[in-house]
């Protein structure tokens, strides 16, 4: 069984801190490509623990196979859906400032005895993406970024977001996502073949309502009050997107409320 650490996932790790560091230091020229390569790096690094996470409590639930298929090295490069677990996601973020849901490792569930396993395999995942989200912001509810640099704290609270997205997406109980993955275990037999044929739709339906106006900005909405919960403005988090997004120039004239 490998459980070697990927080199793969060790050099983004390395690509995280240096451009971690450059945004603190202001080290590079252009302080939006630092910040972009150090949300680009972490966010991927946050889709391994999320896939690694399943993995791992698979495992454990029985299904010796993810070792076998590399699943608890960290690779990326090792996961059933590289499209949807890596590259989709990465876009996502590019594009919308959002974070998607990643496609889950394939897990031998006939391997996993008992409903709850199936449930916490599920869940797995998403609950990294909370955790993730609480240790990111755990530096602004404690004050330990007071004087830090700007451009470092909106890149943190930009990631921050991303984490808090991705975990309440990944959690609704639609067919395809974890949420329902976490429901299913507990669901008739007859109710789970009728939901089945949806499961390859349901991203894709998430994100055609989120083009509703409507429920688009009750989501926003949702997500504002959960940052402020957790001490992140929704300034800094907007400040942090328009740093993540270089190309149309850095933020001028940035303020950030104590």
């Not at 073949?193 to 894709?204: H, I, S, T, V």
Request: glycine share 10%; with cysteine.
């Amino acid at each position: 069984m490998n459980r070697q650490v990927s080199p793969v996932f060790l050099g983004l790790v390395t690509v995280m801190g240096v451009s971690a560091w450059g945004v603190w230091a202001d080290y590079a020229a252009n302080t939006g490509v630092a910040v972009f390569l150090f949300v680009v790096s972490a966010w991927i690094v946050s889709l391994c623990l999320h896939e690694y996470a399943h993995a791992r409590t698979a495992l454990h639930g029985g299904d010796i196979s993810v070792g076998a298929k590399g699943y608890l090295t960290l690779n990326p490069l090792k996961y059933t859906h590289a499209l949807l677990s890596i590259v989709l996601p990465v876009v996502f973020v590019i594009m919308g400032g959002i974070g998607l849901p990643g496609g889950a490792v394939f897990i031998e569930r006939d391997r996993v005895r008992g409903r709850l396993k199936h449930s916490l395999i599920s869940a797995a995942g998403p609950l990294v993406n909370a955790a993730l989200a609480l240790a990111l912001a755990a530096p602004f509810l404690l004050g330990l970024l007071d004087g830090a640099p700007i451009a470092f704290r909106c890149a943190l609270a930009f990631l921050a977001m991303l984490q808090v997205t991705a975990a309440i997406l990944n959690f609704l109980p639609v067919p395809g996502l974890d949420g329902y993955g976490v429901l299913e275990p507990w669901l008739s037999p007859r109710a789970r073949r009728q939901m089945e044929p949806f499961a390859p739709f349901g991203l894709l339906a998430v994100f055609a309502c989120l083009w509703i106006p409507e429920v688009n900005a009750v989501f926003w909405s949702g997500i504002d009050t959960v940052m402020e919960a957790l001490g992140v403005s929704w300034q800094e988090v907007a400040y942090g997107l328009e740093y993540f997004r270089f190309w149309e120039g850095e933020p001028r004239n940035v303020f950030i409320p104590r």
